[in-house]
């Protein structure tokens, strides 16, 4: 019997052992006097599990005292000696590590981690860890020099930058930074603070600087050398000029071909490849600028060709139509006259040639013969043109 009931206990036990969250602490932790120390207290959260309480206690005498507490209503510090101090972490779900700054020789204790959930079936359980903390005075570590900004220890001139000199150990750590001189000369001391300001720099800051780093425990630290440059700035915007016009000589050469755009001009001096492409070395715009141009040419030569061929058809086509109507007008002029001076015996031809034409150019023999064939005919048949009746009139009378 009595041995059933010890199976039983030990199985609730186990239930409840294993059925409940687990808080994990450190055991012991270590932190600088005037420094921070961080000390872990966690636990996996368990769903229907709820975090209801949360406080952290210190070993005083003989009774720990409760020196923050969080509840539904908030953060507390219950000792005026922590405000400012202490801070315990939310941020992560199970995380209620605490964080103590500037720690004094009289914070070594133990100090204590205690959690309450309520349970799915409304029971409130309680978990705690202690971690004792011990506070050392800590001898300062080799400093180490870093700058403030990207361009390591080769600046420009004129720009502001910092170099900081950095070490480990119980504070306060007073920093002297020194800057070497040549002829196996003293260091000279230029700042007292952990910051070296240059503001700005000129060529003049160039050099070798080094800190120093001490604290109340231990002896002074001493950190390596560095070299310290300031470039002018004039210096680098002549080389990116040169380098330019360099660049533009290399491209006018390369972009130079002749006027087939098959053939090329390397950047050292040689005949290149045989390109078909006309874009080798000029850019895509002045290309479609020159055949844009190539082609308005070719259009206004065209227009202009086919605007000159139109007007001489319609010049000689006009010349044709007038020399028609006028050889037509002189020929019938000239019938009646031939007819005239025919039928009257007193007046010769020639006159009456005379005062019916006008020398001109186009008159020749031909049209002469026509006429008096015409005049001849008109004579035998004794008629004449409907709109010259008139002058037949007179011409028939005097014959």
Same mark, same amino acid.
């Given at each position: 019997m009595?041995?059933?009931?010890g199976?039983?206990?030990?199985?609730?036990?186990?239930?409840?052992t294993?059925g409940?969250?687990?808080l994990?602490?450190?055991?012991?932790?270590?932190g600088?006097?005037?420094?921070?120390?961080?000390?872990?207290?966690?636990?996996?959260?368990?769903?229907?599990?709820t975090?209801v309480?949360?406080?952290w206690?210190?070993?005083?005498?003989?009774?720990p005292v409760?020196?923050f507490?969080?509840?539904s209503?908030?953060?507390?510090?219950?000792?005026?000696?922590?405000?400012?101090?202490?801070?315990?972490?939310?941020e992560?779900?199970?995380?209620?590590?605490l964080?103590?700054?500037?720690?004094?020789?009289?914070?070594?204790s133990?100090?204590?981690?205690e959690?309450?959930?309520?349970?799915?079936?409304?029971?409130?359980v309680?978990?705690?860890?202690?971690?004792?903390?011990?506070?050392e005075?800590?001898s300062?570590? +080799? %400093?180490? /020099?870093?700058?403030g =900004?990207?361009y390591? @220890?080769?600046?420009?001139? !004129?720009?502001?930058? $910092?170099?900081q000199?950095?070490?480990?150990?119980s504070p306060?750590i007073s920093y002297?930074?020194y800057?070497?001189?040549?002829?196996?000369?003293?260091?000279i001391?230029?700042?007292a603070?952990?910051?070296?300001?240059f +503001? %700005?720099? /000129?060529e003049?800051? =160039?050099?070798?600087? @080094?800190?120093?780093?001490? !604290?109340r425990?231990? $002896?002074?630290?001493?950190?390596?050398?560095?070299?310290f440059?300031?470039k002018?700035?004039s210096?680098?915007l002549?080389t990116k000029?040169?380098?330019?016009?360099t660049?533009?000589?290399?491209?006018?050469?390369?972009s130079?071909v002749?006027?087939?755009?098959?053939?090329t001009?390397?950047?050292?001096?040689?005949? !290149?490849?045989?390109?078909?492409?006309p874009?080798n070395?000029l850019?895509?715009?002045?290309?479609i600028?020159?055949?844009?141009?190539?082609c308005?040419?070719?259009?206004t030569?065209t227009?202009?060709?086919?605007?000159?061929?139109?007007?001489?058809q319609?010049h000689?086509?006009?010349?044709?139509?007038v020399?028609?109507?006028?050889a037509?007008?002189s020929?019938?002029?000239?019938?009646?006259a031939?007819?005239?001076?025919g039928?009257?015996?007193?007046?010769?031809?020639?006159?009456?040639?005379?005062?019916n034409?006008?020398d001109?150019?186009?008159?020749?023999q031909?049209?002469?013969?026509?006429?008096?064939?015409?005049g001849?005919?008109?004579c035998?048949?004794?008629?004449?043109?409907?709109?010259?009746e008139?002058?037949?009139?007179?011409?028939?009378?005097?014959?």
């Open positions: 009595g041995i059933l009931l199976l039983l206990l030990l199985g609730q036990l186990t239930v409840v294993y409940h969250p687990i994990e602490a450190a055991e012991n932790v270590t600088p006097w005037k420094g921070d120390v961080y000390i872990p207290c966690t636990y996996g959260p368990l769903q229907g599990y975090q309480l949360v406080k206690l210190v070993q005083r005498g003989l009774y409760t020196i507490l969080r509840d209503s908030g953060d507390h510090i219950q000792q005026a000696k922590y405000r400012g101090r202490l801070h315990v972490s939310h992560v779900p199970g995380d209620v590590s964080q103590l700054s500037t720690l004094e020789m009289d914070d070594r133990h100090y204590t981690c959690v309450t959930w309520q349970t799915p079936d409304g029971n409130r309680v978990r705690d860890k202690i971690t004792e903390l011990r506070v005075k800590l300062v570590s +080799k %400093p180490t /020099v870093t700058t =900004s990207n390591g @220890f080769t600046v420009p001139q !004129g720009m502001r930058i $910092s170099l000199c950095q070490a480990r150990g306060p002297v930074w800057k070497e001189q040549t002829n196996n000369q003293e260091p001391k230029v700042a603070l952990s910051t070296l300001l +503001k %700005p720099a /000129v003049a800051d =160039s050099g070798s600087y @080094f800190c120093t780093a001490k !604290g425990v231990g $002896s002074e630290q001493r950190s390596d050398t560095v070299k440059v300031v002018d700035s210096k680098p002549k000029t040169e380098a330019s016009t660049m533009q000589s290399l491209l006018e050469a390369t130079t002749n006027p087939s755009w098959n053939r001009t390397d950047i050292d001096g040689y005949p !290149g490849e045989t390109s078909n492409e874009g070395g850019p895509i715009f002045a290309i600028l020159i055949i844009s141009l190539c308005m040419v070719v259009f030569m227009y202009i060709m086919l605007c000159r061929k139109t007007s001489q319609e000689v086509y006009e010349v044709a139509r020399h028609t109507r006028e037509s007008d020929g019938e002029t000239m019938r009646v031939i007819f005239a001076s039928c009257s015996r007193d007046e010769p031809a020639s006159q009456a040639l005379e005062n034409y006008s001109e150019p186009y008159l020749g031909e049209y002469q013969i026509i006429a008096q064939i015409n001849d005919y008109a035998l048949l004794h008629t004449v043109p409907p709109d010259h008139l002058l037949a009139t007179e011409g028939k009378s005097v014959c």
